[in-house]
């Protein structure tokens, strides 16, 4: 007899993955986060039910647990596979009966399941940030902003790219008050506008053209703005490449859209957590489009690009990745040392 032809999808979508967790595996009695449970991997003793559920983008619900290693993970099949220890075919069928689906007798269609995006806390944003980039924007294209225009021009990026994300000029506390908690503008710097998916200013970053031995860049306080991890950018004429870039920090990602690539550029060395990465899985997801990771040539990149590798796959998700071929460099150096014109897509 030849077995039942079970469309994968359909089967995912008559099981609910709590019930089948609470089945196969052992809940957790008591939970302050959502809920929870033990391991369901025979060899793995997990005492404190670190078992979660989402939806990931394709709609389908998975399971991770995350005291063990990337291999306690999976969809629903992959669940019966290691409880059950059964191959994915027979596990499909196993769970096919248990869903009631007899071959060849429809059943009623049920609703795809829509993703679930973790959301992060509500940002705050004083109105006085909004007023310094509007002015370092003006300033820029002024004379007192003509070292930060030329060393923004030295970077590669063009005037239609500049405007189109509101770069700015930040002249220096001497010669502009602001706010305490604003950038403290020790020097002449240049100021990037983190944008959000709609093209409206949420954060900013002030790069210092000579910082001396302070920082590099300076941020606004968190009493007054929120750090959003991502900076999304705005490509000059019109993204055709159906591939979302995804870089360290808002000069590379700089450098992707002036490629003609819509891009996001990642804030901070914590960037990458569950929250940044489900709302890029989305964003790609609503859009069509693919993911590049473009890392920095050396062991941080590496372990930034690693790190968001680990989170795409928590949503079911895949990512290209590349690499500049020169140690040490980023995505933007890469583009002004390369003689030929960069294809990251």
């Known amino acids: 007899m030849s077995r039942p032809g079970w469309r994968i999808d359909d089967v ?54 995350w005291s063990g290693d990337n ?15 059964l191959d994915r075919v027979n596990a499909l069928d196993w769970l096919a009966a248990r869903n009631g689906m007899i071959p060849d007798v429809p059943l009623p269609p049920v609703a795809r399941r829509e993703p679930v995006v973790r959301q992060t806390a509500e940002a705050s944003l004083d109105p006085c940030v909004i007023r310094y980039v509007e ?54 710097g240049a100021v990037f506008p983190a944008l959000n998916e709609q093209g409206d200013v949420h954060y900013v970053q002030t790069r210092y053209l000579n910082p001396g031995s302070g920082p590099k860049y300076d941020n606004p306080s968190a009493a007054l703005a929120t750090n959003p991890r991502l900076a999304w950018t705005k490509s000059v004429g019109g993204d055709t490449s159906g ?55 050396d062991d941080a990149g590496r372990s930034w690009r690693d790190q968001w590798l680990h989170r795409f796959e928590a949503n079911g998700m895949t990512a290209m990745t590349v690499e500049p071929p020169e140690p040490n460099l980023d995505l933007n150096a890469w583009a002004l040392s390369s003689a030929q014109p960069l294809s990251i897509a």
Request: charged letters at 25%.
């Open 12 to 65: 995912l979508a008559r099981t609910e993955l709590a019930d089948l967790l609470d089945q196969l595996a052992e809940p957790a009695m008591f939970a302050t986060r959502g809920r929870r449970w033990h391991c369901p991997l025979p060899d793995h003793d997990d005492h404190h039910a670190s078992v979660t559920i989402h939806t990931d983008h394709r709609g389908h619900q998975r399971w991770r647990c």
């Open 243 to 297: 591939r979302l870039v995804v870089c360290e920090g808002i000069p590379d990602a700089l450098t992707a859209a002036g490629l003609g690539l819509s891009s996001v550029g990642t804030l901070g060395s914590q960037a990458c957590d569950q929250a940044s990465a489900d709302r890029v899985a989305a964003h790609a997801s609503n859009r069509g489009l693919t993911v590049s990771l473009v890392n920095d040539n």
């Open 135 to 188: 002015a370092c924007e003006k300033i820029l294209w002024r004379p007192t902003g003509r070292p930060v225009l030329d060393w923004l021009h030295g970077r590669g990026f063009d005037d239609d790219l500049l405007r189109a994300n509101r770069v700015g000029c930040d002249p220096g506390r001497h010669m502009m008050q602001r706010q305490r908690g604003l950038a403290y503008g020790g020097s002449i």
């Open 71 to 85: 291999n306690h993970r999976g969809d629903a099949i992959d669940l019966v596979s290691v409880t059950q220890r």
